[in-house]
């Protein structure tokens, strides 16, 4: 069974500090996915980013950067120089790679990230 | 290009009543999915469909049903709603390809069984 722990219930920073939003994974598979997914207040889930389970390449994009360690079962998101509006509950998430029986995704109970001016 | 719409945005039913959630899209995606998000917990599937004409159970499928009315409509019925089933739901579709992805979820459904 595949299970995504995200320890961090909420976190709270100032703005402008640097935040990173904890994710551990369970899969026996040896390929799968894990991705990040943001709900702001507004309530929708945007997509975040999507990593395949043979790429361990750190990401940046923008202010974004995640990091992907196989040998932990980790998937680490860090916001840098966060903004206001990075305040919003983010969700890791896990799937199987089987592409014909579509893409089920495990959630993460999900973080809430609270940034203060 | 509406993305993923679902109707309605709010809902309250009493126990025992039926209702139907509606959800389509317009990107030509084969995968659709339904989610329920309680409070203070991550999405768990209800149902999904990998492609037209199939549909298969999630992690939490008990008291709905699901019909993949062609590509572009994922409904989800609840047949005699209870107080557990309240909740936000929301719909999804994908697009998975060898080295693309595309997924974009709907604006959700906000669903209160009394």
């Known amino acids: 069974a595949q299970k995504v722990t995200q320890a961090q219930t909420e976190i709270s920073v100032v703005e402008k500090e640097d935040v990173t939003l904890d994710c551990v994974y369970e899969?026996?598979?040896?390929?799968?996915?894990l991705f990040w997914y943001k709900q702001p207040p507004s309530g929708e889930l945007v997509f975040l980013i999507r990593?395949?389970?043979?790429?361990?390449q750190n990401e940046i994009s923008g202010r974004y950067s995640w990091n992907f360690q196989k040998s932990t079962s980790s998937f680490n998101f860090t916001i840098t120089a966060s903004q206001v509006v990075d305040s919003a509950v983010y969700f890791c998430?896990?799937?199987?790679?089987?592409?014909?029986?579509?893409?089920?995704?495990?959630f993460g109970e999900g973080t809430q990230l609270t940034v203060n001016p | 290009n509406a993305g993923v719409t679902q109707t309605p945005k709010f809902q309250v039913l009493k126990t025992g009543q039926s209702m139907t959630l509606q959800c389509a899209q317009d990107?030509?995606?084969?995968?659709m999915y339904w989610y329920r998000q309680d409070p203070g917990m991550g999405l768990r599937l209800i149902y999904y469909?990998?492609?037209?004409?199939?549909?298969d159970k999630g992690e939490v499928p008990n008291g709905y049903n699901v019909s993949r009315l062609n590509k572009r409509e994922f409904s989800l019925r609840l047949e005699s709603a209870a107080p557990s089933q309240t909740s936000v739901y929301f719909c999804?579709?994908?697009?998975?390809?060898?080295?693309?992805?595309?997924?974009?979820f709907g604006p959700g459904t906000r669903l209160t069984v009394t």
């Open positions: 469909s990998a492609s037209e004409g199939t549909t």
């Open positions: 998430a896990l799937s199987e790679a089987q592409e014909t029986s579509g893409s089920r995704l495990t």
């Open positions: 899969t026996r598979d040896t390929t799968y996915y």
């Open positions: 990593r395949n389970s043979f790429d361990e």
């Open positions: 999804a579709s994908t697009f998975w390809g060898p080295s693309s992805y595309e997924q974009y």
């Open positions: 990107m030509n995606h084969n995968s």
